[in-house]
């Protein structure tokens, strides 16, 4: 049974960091990029980072480049993500997802066939 786990979420103030995990279990996460999405209060879900599973690359929303970075370790069936400098518009409930063999830009919504249940990000003063 494919199933995604993310944690790290929580509470922070602007500026501040957390990093979140996505574990993955019942499938071998070497042949399948990751994506994480993240959705707002009122918006749609929208997609942040993902990376490849082939060489690590890796590409960003333009909202979180330079102050997120996604990586991967395969050996703990792990994707993280760092985020730093965090503002208050990044608060949202943030998704990891499975998505096709690679991702050449960022992610989309319909390429993602299994999600975790998300954790939440809460960034306020």
């Known amino acids: ?4 786990v993310e944690s790290g979420g929580g509470s922070v103030q602007p500026g501040g960091s957390l990093r979140l995990s996505c574990a993955a279990s019942g499938f071998t996460l070497d042949y399948y990029a990751i994506g994480w999405f993240r959705q707002a209060p009122g918006k749609e879900r929208e997609g942040v980072s993902c990376i490849n599973s082939s060489d690590s690359s890796a590409y960003y929303a333009d909202f979180v480049k330079g102050r997120f970075t996604i990586s991967r370790d395969n050996a ?4 993280y993500l760092q ?5 208050p518009e990044d608060t949202a409930v943030y998704y990891c997802g499975r998505g ?11 390429e993602y ?3 975790g249940q998300g954790t939440q990000v ?4």
């Open 1 to 4: 049974q494919v199933q995604l």
């Open 76 to 79: 703990k069936s792990t994707v």
């Open 83 to 87: 985020m730093n400098s965090l503002k």
């Open 100 to 110: 096709p063999w690679i991702c050449a830009t960022s992610p989309k919504l319909y």
């Open 113 to 115: 066939d299994y999600w």
């Open 122 to 125: 809460t960034v306020s003063s």
